[in-house]
């Protein structure tokens, strides 16, 4: 039964979105709606904190040198959004699934995998600005050019950047979850640089329309459906608010993170 809903022809996305979000298991309506409008705003804060600098590594580890706490929030928000972003990115892949579950399979997987590979070049990135600080720019950016193109295993999966945008733009086109202009905007992810210390650029629109394409659809799934109950948000408000005591006490006692 949840199968033959599932693969219902869509008539359009506001007739037909309530019903299958109440069979999503995972991540469900509000992580997932959360994470299609936070995940995208998060990586687009990330890059316009760094737009002003240079693309290019070695500028990017001069901006660092020059303006630690502001790079290290750029890439922090930037490498963050990604990692949020993969849950909604689930959402979307089951939304694409009502209308074909091949598309879904090879839209979310290729996109996951993408936002992994990302999620692995901002360890590098941090690793490289690390360096700034306990040796030197200069060291640090030797050490960037020498071992540049040396292997890992995630260098194989750097395609997977670029096509999971577009088979996921075809499906939640295809799939009537998306209008064609919104649809179109999330295919323009493949222009976004990916890799080593990479800054902003006129190619980082693609993150213009990665917003254009998902806040409005996340904040349509979050509207539907019944508020949170009074008991879940006791336990959100508490969990983030242990945290927030957590990250706060960690300044002061640098061994609490160990």
């Known amino acids: 039964m949840i199968i033959q809903t599932l693969s219902t022809e869509l008539k359009s996305p506001q007739q037909q979105l309530e019903p299958s979000l109440s069979l999503l298991a995972f991540p469900g309506?509000?992580?997932g709606g959360v994470s299609l409008v936070l995940g995208p705003l998060l990586i687009l804060t990330g890059a316009l904190l760094r737009i002003q600098f240079h693309f290019f590594a070695p500028q990017q580890l001069a901006a660092f040198a020059a303006h630690p706490d502001l790079i290290t929030a750029a890439y922090s928000c930037y490498a963050m959004g990604s990692v949020v972003l993969c849950l909604g990115i689930i959402l979307l892949a089951n939304l694409i699934g009502r209308w074909?579950?091949?598309w879904e399979i090879w839209g979310g997987t290729l996109a996951i995998l993408g936002l992994f590979?990302?999620?692995?070049?901002?360890g590098i990135d941090h690793m490289a600005f690390r360096l700034v600080l306990v040796q030197s720019q200069e060291m640090a950016w030797q050490a960037v050019s020498d071992s540049y193109r040396a292997f890992h295993i995630f260098r194989h999966l750097n395609g997977t950047i670029m096509v999971g945008w577009v088979v996921l733009a075809i499906g939640v086109y295809r799939s009537g979850t998306l209008t064609l202009v919104r649809a179109l905007a999330l295919g323009l992810m493949v222009m976004v640089p990916?890799?080593?210390?990479?800054?902003t650029e006129i190619r980082a629109i693609g993150l213009l329309g990665l917003c254009v394409a998902l806040v409005p659809l996340g904040i349509t799934i979050l509207r539907q459906g019944p508020p949170l109950s009074r008991k879940a948000l006791f336990w959100i408000i508490s969990i983030n608010l242990l945290g927030l005591i957590f990250t706060i006490l960690s300044l002061f006692f640098p061994a609490l993170k160990n």
């Open 100 to 102: 074909n579950r091949m």
């Open 194 to 199: 990916f890799g080593t210390l990479k800054g």
């Open 29 to 31: 309506r509000w992580i």
């Open 117 to 122: 590979t990302r999620t692995f070049h901002a």
